[in-house]
């Protein structure tokens, strides 16, 4: 196969390739992930890219003046329920619009993906004035799987995030049976992705078309309205077969409740305010609580925002069943009213104590 | 430890230093064997042990076949050394494969036993090892090689570690002489044996591991994957086990010029074969020559009657699929290229017209073809681990049915296709060879050996995979 070349000619092709190789890997290994920033994993780049340009666009409206951010992070309880739209509008009433919101929300996560989140948006430097934690008391059960674990096509891994997570001593485990269905993101997915995609595996191509492409401008994704009594009586049966046994059980355990206060210190100490909330339930999930299960749950959260200075928001009572697919998701409606009434309660008022706060500081420094 | 392993580069770029830095050969033999020593011994050291003993004892007996004048005392030494690598092979990679067959055998007949597994530990490597130590002692037997005096020498002959845990199978009449000669550098090799293992490392990495995401879920469930998905798979199954082997083949051949050796050619364009006998003149050449020196020919090969040689040819690949495995499925697989090649010899023998169809272009073409088909459909029972997996997988090629599709694009599958067959080309014309490596300038080629190894890092996935043959 291999024709023998001759010796002068050899000698210069090899050391022509050893200093090709060494660029190219070195453009590869180094250059791309440190400084081009190519982290992957659609779910999350889509949002952001998204999110910078309004930022961008926000900012030069307003003779240049770093709009107030506000970002929500959470479960698909959040990426359905809070309607980016009707949040904004009831912050900039409030507070002058340059203001914006963003929903990094994504289905079937917990307090370690808003960890990993948080990490990401440091990276790429966005610095949110309030962040909207949500506490999903499923996730902090016992009977969930403990570990730290990544979800195909929802949250992926990325480059640096198994550094962040290390840094704060917070292990990941990822399977190797796992590995090969989760999609880790580095900057080789990335440039595939442009290049060549059909050489991507389907389970990353497909989550280059999923539900973030599909998301609105503020990263949400309304459930319109659809009272289809079949449609809605499979969907609670689906909830209740996902979650009637953890609620029941109602064994709060410390790991996620951990996580969580590594992220609100984090936050604090970046001067990032926090609100951590419960998202509204309706009647009939409340009532697969086991006796005093939530509450016990409410003063668990209740105990972690307190030593880290954040606000608590229990807003599980805030909506009646009919606004719920399955008594848990927010249909459209249901959801512009949580939003509009949590911007109002909570993240209006937080939002003016960091402008507060940032005036102070600034005035201190002059 | 493997070639593409983190911990190889360093190993290998101490080792090559090392090398190349003393200029005695001496010396070089005794870096080269305590490095392939410690190759070995990266697995388990005690596996490393047996295979020291066993080469000391075999070296032993070929002094003594070389010495002795006794045709008694030479047979006596000839059978003691195959019946004890042979019976090593078959204790650590058969004993349990014979007695589960024993037991269902008995199960089957109505009788109650349960035999016990044995708990060994398959030594890595140890189907090629044990094949050169053989072809080695029966050619010192048949004194067409001198036994070799150096314990040394022989003893990296066996372990030599670029070819040691999955070949090329080497014999001593080829590797013994070049271990004496003082090696020289050469730049015109050093740039062959870059260009060898870079290639390979493109196959296994590139081409082999991305389309192991595409078979490993159509062999895991074939049932629910559509007729068209299983048809990919399977031809992609034929492409991902000639990159996977022929690209460790050519990592090693590469890695052996780098030192100064020559290893022989394992693979030439096996899919382009034009018949069945034509394929195993391309494909794992290594053991196919060795089955035909060692094991056809001295069965009476195709000197006897027509059905003699069927029956040599049956017996030969039904052990050749045995070797690879100790799995029925790679006895079937032994068996359909058994059937395949008695089918070819009928064929030519009772329409010799047929050949001269053959030598025309569109009967070549179609002779690739069918040889490809052909060759595909064995793989299927090579790939699968039972029966049951291998009927469900031939059902879906045949079932005209709907169903999932594959976890990669088709086009991404006809693309890998189209760039294996242009390699193809390219490797068969003499002339584009000539064109892009010999005509073209330092920096481009220098160029393309960079862009070669950046497609590897790009495109090799996160999970590789072993290699295919290590597991023999």
């Known amino acids: 196969m291999i024709v023998r070349p001759y010796a002068n000619k050899s000698r210069a092709t090899i050391l022509w390739g050893v200093f090709f190789i060494a660029a190219i890997v070195g453009v590869c290994q180094i250059f791309l992930p440190r400084w081009a920033n190519i982290t992957g994993d659609a779910n999350y780049t889509i949002r952001r890219d998204r999110l910078q340009q309004r930022l961008s666009a926000t900012q030069a409206a307003h003779a240049g003046e770093r709009p107030k951010l506000v970002v929500a992070l959470g479960t698909s309880r959040v990426y359905h329920g809070l309607d980016g739209e009707v949040l904004e509008q009831e912050l900039r009433a409030k507070l002058g619009p340059n203001v914006c919101f963003a929903n990094f929300a994504a289905p079937a996560t917990t307090p370690f993906h808003s960890m990993v989140l948080l990490g990401r948006l440091l ?58 269905g989760v999609a880790i ?61 953890t609620y029941q059980n109602a064994d709060w355990r410390d790991k996620h409740f951990d996580i969580l206060r590594q992220l609100l210190e984090e936050c604090h100490a970046r001067n990032i305010a926090t609100i951590v909330m419960t ?68 993240i209006g008022p937080a939002l003016q104590q960091q402008a507060i706060a940032r005036k102070s500081s600034n005035a201190v420094r002059r | 430890m493997l070639f593409y392993s983190p911990e190889f580069f360093p190993f290998f770029a101490i080792v090559f230093a090392l090398y190349w830095f003393l200029p005695w050969q001496r010396a070089r033999t005794w870096v080269l064997l305590a490095a392939s020593f410690y190759f070995y011994a ?86 090629f090892y044990t094949f050169e130590a053989i072809n080695y002692t029966v050619d010192v037997y048949r004194r067409r090689v001198p036994a070799e005096r150096n314990l040394s020498h022989f003893l990296l002959f066996i372990t ?183 089918i070819y010899r009928l064929v030519q023998q009772t329409w010799p017209e047929r050949s001269r169809l053959g030598e025309t272009t569109l009967g070549r073409v179609a002779g690739m073809a069918l040889t490809f088909l052909c060759v595909s459909l064995a793989w299927v029972c090579f790939r699968a681990p039972d029966f049951s997996t291998a009927a469900r997988v031939y059902g879906g090629l045949l079932a005209f049915r709907g169903g999932e599709r594959l976890p990669m694009t088709q086009t991404g599958i006809i693309w890998i296709f189209i760039a294996v067959i242009a390699a193809h080309l390219v490797g068969q014309s003499p002339a584009w060879k000539r064109r892009i490596l010999q005509q073209a300038p330092a920096p481009v080629v220098g160029l393309g050996y960079a862009v070669l190894l950046a497609a590897v890092i790009l495109l090799v996935v996160q999970n590789s995979q072993p290699f295919i043959y290590f597991q023999f």
Request: proline fraction near 5%; charge should be negative.
């Open chain 1, 123 to 180: 990276r790429d430097g966005i610095q949110p004035d309030v962040i909207v934690i949500e506490a999903f008391p499923h996730c902090f059960e016992a009977s969930r799987p403990q570990e730290n674990y990544f979800v195909p096509n929802y949250i992926s891994m990325c480059a640096g995030d198994e550094d962040w997570l290390n840094e704060h001593h917070i292990p990941v485990r990822i399977a190797q049976e796992d590995r090969r």
């Open chain 1, 185 to 245: 993101y580095d900057y080789r997915t990335e440039v595939l992705r442009l290049c060549a995609p059909h050489l991507l595996p389907k389970s990353e191509i497909k989550s280059l078309q999923t539900f973030a492409n599909t998301s609105d401008t503020w990263g949400s994704g309304m459930i319109p309205l659809d009272r289809d009594p079949k449609r809605l009586q499979d969907a609670l049966a689906h909830a209740k077969s996902e979650y009637f046994a």
């Open chain 1, 279 to 346: 998202t509204p339930e309706g009647p009939i999930m409340r009532s697969w609580y086991r006796e005093g299960g939530y509450d016990n749950f409410v003063e668990r959260l209740a105990a972690v925002t307190r030593g880290c200075d954040s606000q608590l928001v229990i807003g599980t009572q805030w909506l009646e069943e009919e606004d719920f697919v399955d008594s848990h998701h927010m249909f459209a409606p249901g959801a512009a009213k949580f939003s509009a009434r949590l911007s109002r309660e909570a």
């Open chain 2, 42 to 127: 990266s697995w388990n050291h005690w596996l490393a042990l047996i295979i020291a003993v066993t080469s000391v004892v075999d070296y032993l007996v070929a002094r003594g076949l070389d010495e002795s004048q006794s045709q008694w005392q030479r047979k006596l030494l000839m059978g003691g050394s195959l019946v004890m690598n042979l019976g090593l092979l078959a204790y650590f990679k058969y004993m349990n494969f014979f007695l589960d067959s024993l037991e269902a055998s008995l199960q089957a007949a109505g009788a109650s036993v349960s035999i016990p597994t044995l708990q060994v530990i398959l030594p890595i490597g140890i189907s």
């Open chain 2, 160 to 342: 030599f570690f670029p070819h040691l845990v999955a070949g090329p199978i080497v014999r001593a009449r080829d590797f013994l002489p070049q271990i004496a000669q003082q090696k020289r550098w050469n730049w015109p090799r050093m740039q062959l044996g870059v260009e060898y293992f870079l290639l390979g490392l493109f196959k296994k990495l590139a081409i082999a591991d991305r389309l192991a995401a595409v078979v490993d879920p159509v062999f895991a469930d074939a049932n629910a994957f559509s007729t068209t998905s299983v048809w990919l798979a399977v031809l992609a199954y034929s492409i991902q086990i000639y990159c996977d082997f022929s690209g460790y083949s050519d990592m090693a051949v590469g890695l052996a010029h780098m030192l100064g050796f020559k290893l022989a050619r394992n693979f030439d364009m096996p899919y382009f074969a034009a018949n069945i006998s034509d394929f195993w003149r391309r494909w794992h050449i290594s053991l196919s020559s060795w089955l035909r020196d060692y094991l056809f020919i001295p069965l009476g090969g195709s000197r006897g009657s027509s059905w003699q040689t069927y029956r040599n040819l049956m017996v030969t690949m039904t052990l050749g699929g045995l070797w690879h495995g100790a799995s029925w499925t790679f006895v079937i697989w032994g068996v359909l290229h058994g059937s395949y090649l008695i």
